[in-house]
């Protein structure tokens, strides 16, 4: 699997230029069209993404840095006893927005769902952490004790 976007610059491409985006995606995908992602789906994820960390306190000048890698369903028949042609999408949320920095072409399997994994900086992690402290009373787990409030006594 080989990096299609190594001819653009390393900053990679604006996902807003969804035609560019498309003709990307579809160098990468060849031929293969049913189980890939295409600009608009990529779109749909990061403002799913966007909306949870606004949820998790996060202002979007302090996501700068996340990235956030997808990967498309695969045919959800099992009628289908081989893998499919699917995608592999690595996006970056940077000060002028989201952009492709990597996209490549991926084995999928029956049943196998879209798989959505997000990245942050280690300052928007602790910025999250505080701001879900501020809203519940949140402390660590210790193993083998139960909180006092749930005790049976």
Not at 4 to 33: C, E, F, Q, W
Not at 82 to 87: A, E
């Amino acid at each position: 699997m080989t990096n299609k976007l190594n001819k653009l610059s390393k900053r990679g491409h604006p996902l807003s230029d969804y035609h560019g985006t498309n003709l990307i995606l579809d160098s990468v995908h060849g031929a293969a069209r049913s189980w890939t992602l295409d600009a608009s789906t990529l779109s749909r994820c990061v403002k799913e993404v966007e909306v949870q960390m606004k949820e998790d306190g996060l202002a979007k000048s302090s996501m700068i840095g996340t990235r956030v890698s997808i990967s498309s369903a695969g045919p959800s028949s099992k009628s289908y006893r081989y893998s499919v042609i699917g995608s592999y999408v690595v996006l970056k949320f940077t000060r002028t927005g989201w952009r492709v920095i990597l996209a490549q072409r991926a084995t999928r399997y029956p049943r196998q769902k879209e798989e959505v994994s997000i990245s942050v900086t280690s300052v928007a992690f602790e910025k999250m952490k505080n701001a879900l402290s501020r809203r519940y009373r949140v402390r660590p787990l210790v193993e083998g004790k139960v909180p006092s409030a749930v005790n049976d006594n």
